[in-house]
């Protein structure tokens, strides 16, 4: 572990970059709403749009941050086909949960005021508590906000039990950091077969499931479910992340009319990104891995 992320700290930042080009949308917010905009008239596929940002201490760089994403509502209003997606972490998390949670509420407020829903993306085990108490804070006074939830986690069933009673839209993914055997699962199979199970408790319990995977055979069984339950349409979608090729299996969702959202990251500053997309690679080294196979095949 510490000589893989040794080489991927030493890993220059043009590499990165080529590295992430098919994953992005590419610089500025212009860049992440002329995706968004692209995918859904050439593709019928939504969107959720994101900042590629470093983890900021700072309080200017919090407020930038929160800047953008004011911008980014702006430049995103009257498109129901997109959405927006963020990170404690970029929002003032390791300066107080008071701090961070006024400062979400102020773009989820803003965000409601042009239907736009916000996504709380989930970070690794650390924040799962604090995560959850903000959005629980904010979904009392908002409805168009989400959260993620992490099917790795053993405690993710309590989590989603717990979630408020109103429908709330929760994507359910394997979650991407690398957590101890303690408090998680540690091999994939079991955690996409959580995954499945937790795709019907959320339905059970009124949630809409946001189901993130690119695990082919399980989206088709979540399909093959949601038909036999007979859950309409409008009451989940599933979710996938830009540049990881999909193609057939995106455009047959698009056919079924069901809803296909792809994570369209942009950059405003590309050194901050490359910084982001390192931690990412060393949280989950196997990354590296998917990307190598997605950019030359198997
Ligand atoms: C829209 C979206 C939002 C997400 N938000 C969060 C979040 O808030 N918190 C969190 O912890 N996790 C998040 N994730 C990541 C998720 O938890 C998984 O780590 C990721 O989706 C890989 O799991 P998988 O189910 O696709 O299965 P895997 O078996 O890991 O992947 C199946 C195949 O998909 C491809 N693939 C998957 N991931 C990548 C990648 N990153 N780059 C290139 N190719 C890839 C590879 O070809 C791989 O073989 C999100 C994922 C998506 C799609």
């Known amino acids: 572990m510490g000589l893989k992320n040794t080489i991927i700290d030493l890993m220059p930042g043009p590499l990165v970059r080529t590295f992430a080009a098919p994953y992005t949308a590419g610089k500025g917010i212009a860049s992440g709403v002329a995706k968004a905009d692209d995918l859904h008239s050439r593709l019928g596929i939504y969107s959720t749009v994101d900042l590629l940002a470093e983890e900021v201490f700072r309080r200017e760089d919090v407020e930038a941050t929160v800047q953008v994403y004011l911008r ?12 927006i997606s963020l990170k404690p972490t970029s929002l ?24 736009l829903h916000i996504t709380l993306d989930m970070e ?6 604090v995560t959850l108490r903000m959005f629980k804070a904010i979904r009392a006074e908002f409805d168009n906000f989400g959260i993620v939830l992490q099917s790795r986690l053993f405690r993710t069933a309590e989590d989603i039990k717990a979630l408020p009673a109103k429908r709330c839209k929760v994507r359910i993914c394997i ?7 303690d408090v998680a699962l540690q091999n994939k199979p079991d955690m ?42 409008d009451a989940y979608e599933f979710q996938m992340l830009l540049g990881v090729p999909r193609t057939q ?12 959202r792809l994570y369209v990251p942009f950059a405003e500053d590309w050194k901050y990104a490359i910084h982001y997309m390192k931690r990412r690679l060393a949280a ?3 990354m590296a891995l998917m990307v190598m196979k997605n950019l030359f095949g198997k």
């Open 72 to 83: 980014m509502i702006e430049a995103l209003k009257d498109r129901p086909y997109a959405s």
């Open 284 to 286: 989950n080294p196997a």
């Open 124 to 129: 690794d085990r650390h924040f799962t508590d």
């Open 249 to 260: 299996l995106q455009q047959d969702i698009v056919k079924r009319g069901q809803i296909i």
């Open 192 to 233: 996409k077969e959580k995954l499945f199970e937790y795709v019907q408790l959320l339905l059970d319990r009124g949630h809409y499931p946001e189901i993130a995977t690119h695990d082919e055979p399980l989206v088709r069984r979540c399909i093959e479910y949601l038909d036999r339950r007979g859950v309409p349409k």
């Open 92 to 115: 003032g998390i390791n300066e107080s949960e008071t701090y961070c949670q006024g400062n979400l509420r102020r773009i989820v407020e803003a965000a409601a005021a042009h239907r």
């Open 175 to 181: 979650g991407i950091y690398s957590e101890p055997a």
